[in-house]
């Protein structure tokens, strides 16, 4: 696959599908997981594992800040030239360094501060016993989650994203039936789904790691030079999209104990489901990002506009045709979606459809959002996709989450997330533009 004469058409949905596969499977491990434990434990089941949440989200975040971070840098310093083998592994060098000791930090937090971290996420004395039970096997093998990210960013942009996929789809297979089996056949409850989460994780970096055993593997470790320095880099690189995670387990968080506070424990059985489904229009638009990050950086490094240009027309139609589906789908079948999680009370089938009906608006403008921060990382602009992170991720966000409940009544958290994603998609807008513009005019290529 040659990102730069190669026809953008069918490396954008090569890399789309694979991406859209890799992305999707990786949220099946919470959103099955929760579908059963729902299901076996009902509404205090799903309420346990929106506690848990918080927990994916910083897992995931530390490994795309290395992954993607590194991933960039590496297109882009082979983009510019040739024969830049050595220079460009320096930095996947650097983000395994860097992987290796958020994923120790991370574990020793997970290990010994559980009770802390599920009491701080929202957990209460009804919710606190099944989390827990559903990390405990979890905890042996938390540098995994955050290595198959980090490796799935570099898999794709060493010209092998099915492979990235094959990992992740192998643990996810064994992950959807082993939940089953753990859960209901050996009747584990919460501590099944852990459990085939854990051993799911294995199998996806064992698959990713035999990338390093085939002849179209480039990545090397090598000694890299000013690793100080590597590290500030592929940090700045990656904020933005570490940040999409990260903020999403901040966001449960203010949102778990907001809606503790002012509406209890069947609305937040709601808002788990809301986690999951917001989960699958999140990993559509990172798999957009995804697909089109190696072949904007790759371009952008080689001065080539106008095939970025030819990229960004496809990845926006892809993200406005996901917005469109997700949206849709939330005001017609809210119910079903409540089913697929739990088993439900009628108290939470009376309030649930509202719930979702109101927040599935955000679904239109966010997979924009969200794929807006890879193309200003690309174009290496990190202060637009940082400022498009934060704010939809806790500015703009938690402001919302807090005044809206004191200001226009509980249920009128609601509208928190669609809000912010029309205030920030105003700034996305205006951004993708200028930046646009500015590879037409100072790199004189012509727009096809």
């Not at 069947?266 to 989960?279: D, F």
């Not at 999680?341 to 108290?347: G, L, Q, R, S, V």
Request: glycine share 8%; charged share 10%.
């Amino acid at each position: 696959m040659d990102f730069l004469n190669g026809k953008i058409k069918t490396l954008y949905f090569k890399y789309l599908a694979a991406a859209f596969g890799s992305a999707l499977i990786t949220s099946i491990y919470s959103i099955v997981d929760m579908a059963m434990v729902g299901q076996y434990h009902g509404p205090e089941g799903t309420a346990a594992l929106a506690v848990v949440a918080p927990i994916w989200n910083i897992i995931y975040s530390l490994g795309l800040l290395m992954g993607i971070g590194g991933s960039v840098l590496f297109s882009t310093i082979r983009g510019k030239e040739a024969g830049q083998e050595k220079q460009s592994n320096e930095y996947f060098t650097a983000s395994m360094i860097g992987s290796v000791i958020l994923a120790a930090i991370v574990w020793i937090i997970i290990v010994f501060f559980d009770r802390e971290l599920l009491l701080l996420f929202g957990a209460d004395e009804s919710t606190l016993p099944l989390a827990r039970e559903y990390v405990r096997p979890i905890k042996f093998v938390v540098p995994c989650f955050l290595f198959t990210q980090s490796l799935a960013a570099y898999l794709r942009n060493d010209k092998n994203p099915a492979l990235a996929t094959a990992g992740v789809l192998a643990g996810g297979i064994f992950n959807v039936f082993g939940d089953y089996f753990f859960v209901f056949t050996c009747d584990m409850g919460a501590f099944g789904a852990g459990l085939a989460t854990a051993i799911g994780t294995v199998i996806s970096i064992i698959v990713m790691l035999s990338h390093f055993f085939t002849k179209k593997n480039t990545l090397r470790l090598v000694r890299p030079t000013r690793l100080l320095r590597k590290f500030r880099e592929i940090s700045v690189t990656g904020f933005s999209t570490f940040f999409i995670d990260i903020a999403m387990g901040i966001l449960t968080i203010l949102f778990n104990r907001q809606i503790m506070a002012y509406l209890g424990t069947n609305a937040l059985s709601v808002y788990g489901v809301i986690v999951n489904i917001s989960t699958f229009a999140q990993c559509c638009a990172y798999s957009v990002g995804q697909a089109s990050q190696p072949i904007f950086s790759t371009n952008f490094g080689a001065g080539r506009g106008d095939r970025i240009w030819q990229t960004l027309k496809y990845a926006l139609s892809t993200t406005t045709f996901f917005g469109i589906v997700w949206t849709v789908l939330c005001l017609t079948i809210p119910n079903q979606f409540i089913e697929v999680f739990m088993n439900p009370t009628e108290a939470v089938l009376r309030i649930g459809p509202g719930i979702i009906r109101s927040y599935g608006l955000s679904f239109l403008l966010l997979p924009l959002n969200i794929f807006s921060t890879y193309y200003f990382q690309a174009l290496m602009k990190p202060k637009a996709a940082f400022i498009v992170s934060v704010s939809r991720g806790l500015v703009v966000s938690g402001i919302l989450i807090f005044l809206l409940p004191i200001a226009a009544g509980a249920d009128s958290i609601w509208f928190a997330m669609p809000l912010t994603e029309l205030l920030v998609a105003v700034y996305v807008v205006c951004m993708i533009v200028r930046y646009t513009k500015q590879l037409f005019y100072e790199r004189t290529v012509s727009y096809e």
